[in-house]
């Protein structure tokens, strides 16, 4: 694989290429992108079949191993490589150790071992087991293990330890990856850790870079330990992050995010010269039946939510799309009361159709964002989706507000009630929000 | 030969000249259904996970809605308001709904029958409600399916006592005069009598020939496949086509298995209707000629065989069996897959019964249908006599 810097916007924005694909040498993958979440190899909720219907040029698979190690016996069988495995033999599949788009517990890493938490539980494995499963794996491009899962709040010592059991799978990995026949059409990716702490985390950036002319890009980990509390992290602290580690590796490598990270950190990573992202937001979204609704057009402002919750009850008679004038497949033939049944009655279409709208109108955002670069007017682009991304939350905030008090004020009459049909018989916990 | 009205013409377009199979075009308000059809089940206004354009592509011309579930969620003021279940699932197709009775009395353990309705709680918040053939058809009409059910007094297929049966089979047949006499869109939606009578030939008769004097566009046969003995059943559908009209479609309720799908075809039935294919998907299982593999098995792991090599499906031209038996039961992705396959095995299983019957070689499809399923030789003695009745015998081979 190989990657070219096109075009460079205002701010360390720019647009790139990602070209070279030994399996598909026609493939052009323009970044800023994102990848497609993977769950067992496939689209999670799509088939082949109707992932034609979304996109019709390859896109970037994101494979976490946490989610597929099953399917190593199958693959070893068939031999040639997951995104052919899993019946998308067009796709450019990114294999990586977890998924972020489940919460797992923090920690238990143990010496040369990390915790691999799959639908099955934990299990161990050590640098050389991710080589082997990456061998039949035989992902284009692969993400060396990492010890990732820190936090921005974690003291010197557990980022030391992070980023000294990373440089030392980092070596690892480099020496299989070089002896490896199977892994001939793959690019390796060195995976930044430790990134709580400033000298730790730029320890470890040295030492990839010492493998440099093995790798093709980096990733940036380090950032969250898999749980709810480590995912909220102030805009500013990541931004922070963004720009000191963005400017101290090198131009031509490819730089990717992993995380599920909202609209406004995407937009500020890409300011500074980010690339690739993994694609887990859309996904959060429709398992949570929220649909994503941004509004590109930098001439209009829209009051309307930019993430539409569709399990509510305020879409029962809405008989209009999730978005107006959206392309996607979704859109053209369904209906926000449909979805919203659907999501009532937990049919499996609410997730097929949402996850459609999402990832057309996640890859839009991209789209969007790379005209911009284009046209130098990229700043004005990030302002207009942060402005709606932040107005999001501001109004759900106060909806939460309005929640719970109306929540309490129907305790109030219930308890009232409670206590008049009780006879003076008054329970005990009334208090709450139910 | 055929029939013809507004909302359901029907022409038979061959027979097949040993047994009681045809082949015939149903031309519907929403979509000229070629017979004899399956229709998978929808029950909620939506396929197992699969887009109406997938359905398409699977052939499926005519599917199931339930008018129970539908009723209740989302309910009929959205239904009313979408302008009917077709525009609100975005399906231009076909539909069928039932009536609602039959989910009653298999879900619902406080369902109380009385002359006016079914009276029963609904789970939802366990309010009183009472199902009269007036309000099924009322919902059916909102609902807007082009061919919808009368509703029945349900009894329990193995159910033994004759005077409650007796009971059911003729409330059965009055209900249906409540239910044509409320239908409000008899121009293009088609109500269906439901032929009762359990395993009695006796008010089976009965039931079939006070159904064949109303005014009414097909018929559906009841009260079968619950649970008898295949000896008990094959006669009651082979009676029920005997007598009811030649010139309307005959409609087998929860047939789907495909040796019942032949052999009822052979005595004459023209429409079916299960949940068994898209079901049998959520567990892992992919219907084949002999069977069904269930893809969680461990041999499968390995397996870089499509489910099917003659399936020509979208699941068994991109996917191998030990892919699926990687995902299955895990990824919806995996249910949708099989689901895809499923149906279009039902689809192609149809296709090529209409085939053979055109062609005017029923009789030697059947043969090699039945010596492929039990390639032992071993046929089980209610094959043999079923289809010996339309006159098919089965020759070993």
Known sequence: ?434 | MGSKSLALSFHVQAECKTSRARAGIMKLPHYEVKTPVFMPVGTQGTMKGLLPEQLECLDCEIILGNTYHLGNRPGTDVLEKAGGLHKFMSWNRALLTDSGGFQMVSLLKLAEITEEGVKFKSPYDNSEIMLTPEKSIEIQNCIGADIIMQLDDVVQTTFQDYDRIKEATERTSRWLDRCLKAHKRPSEQSIFPIVQGLLDRELREKSARDHMSKDVNGFAIGGLSGGEAKDEFWPMVSLSTGLLDKNRPRYLMGVGLAIDLVICVALGVDMFDCVYPTRTARFGCALINTGQLNLRQKQYETDLNPIDDDCSCSTCRNYTRAYLHAIVTVETVACHLISVHNIAFQMRLMQTIRDNIERGTFPQFVNKFVNELYSNGDFPPWIINSLSSVGISIVKK
């Open chain 1, 1 to 434: 694989m190989r990657f070219a810097v096109k075009q460079v916007g205002c701010g360390g924005e720019r647009i790139g290429y990602l070209t070279g694909f030994v399996k598909s040498p026609n493939t052009v993958i323009e970044t800023p992108a994102a990848a497609l979440f993977t769950q067992g190899g496939s689209v999670v909720h799509l088939t082949a079949e109707v992932l034609c219907k979304v996109f019709t040029n390859p896109q970037l698979l994101w494979v976490p191993l946490s989610n597929s190690a099953q399917l190593e016996n199958g693959l070893k069988a068939q031999g040639q490589g997951v995104a052919k495995f899993a019946g998308l033999p067009n796709h450019i599949a990114c294999a990586t150790l977890h998924g972020n788009n489940e919460l797992t517990p923090p920690g238990h890493f143990e010496g040369n071992l990390v915790p691999l938490w799959t639908k099955q539980g934990k299990k161990m494995i050590t640098a050389d087991r991710y080589m082997d499963f990456m061998e039949v794996f035989k992902p284009d491009i692969l993400l060396a293990i990492a010890d990732g899962r820190s936090t921005l709040a974690d003291g010197y010592k557990r980022n030391q330890k992070a980023v000294e059991r990373t440089c030392s799978f980092l070596d690892r990995c480099v020496y299989r990856y070089k002896a490896s026949k199977a892994l001939r059409e793959t690019s390796l990716i060195g995976v930044i850790v430790g990134t709580g702490h400033r000298n730790k985390c730029f320890e470890c950036i040295k030492h990839i870079l010492k493998h440099g002319e093995h790798l093709s890009g980096i990733a940036l980990a380090g950032i969250t330990d898999g749980t709810e509390e480590s995912l909220q992290v102030p805009v500013q602290k990541l931004e922070e992050i963004f720009r000191t580690v963005g400017k101290v590796i090198p131009n031509d490598m490819v730089h990717f995010v992993e995380g599920c990270w909202n609209p406004e950190i995407i937009m500020t990573a890409i300011q500074h010269g980010w690339d690739v992202f993994d694609g887990t937001y859309p996904l959060k979204l429709t398992n949570a039946g929220q649909a994503l609704a941004l509004n590109f057009d930098l001439t209009t402002n829209k009051d309307d939510m930019c993430i539409l919750d569709l399990n509510d009850k305020r879409y029962k008679l809405d008989f209009g799309p999730i978005l107006k004038d959206c392309e996607c497949l979704t859109c053209k033939k369904h209906t926000r009361a449909y979805i919203r049944h659907l999501l009532e009655t937990r049919e499996m279409l609410s997730n097929v159709l949402l996850s459609i709208h999402n990832l057309h109108h996640f890859d839009q955002m991209f789209v969007h964002a790379r005209n911009h670069i284009a046209t130098k007017t990229f700043e004005v682009y990030k302002n207009h989706i942060s402005h709606q991304y932040r107005l999001y939350v501001k109004n759900l905030e106060n909806d939460l507000d309005s929640v719970k008090v109306k929540l309490s004020e129907k305790d109030i009459e219930q308890t009232k009630k409670k206590i008049c049909v009780s006879n003076g018989d008054v329970p005990k916990v009334v208090t709450g929000c139910g």
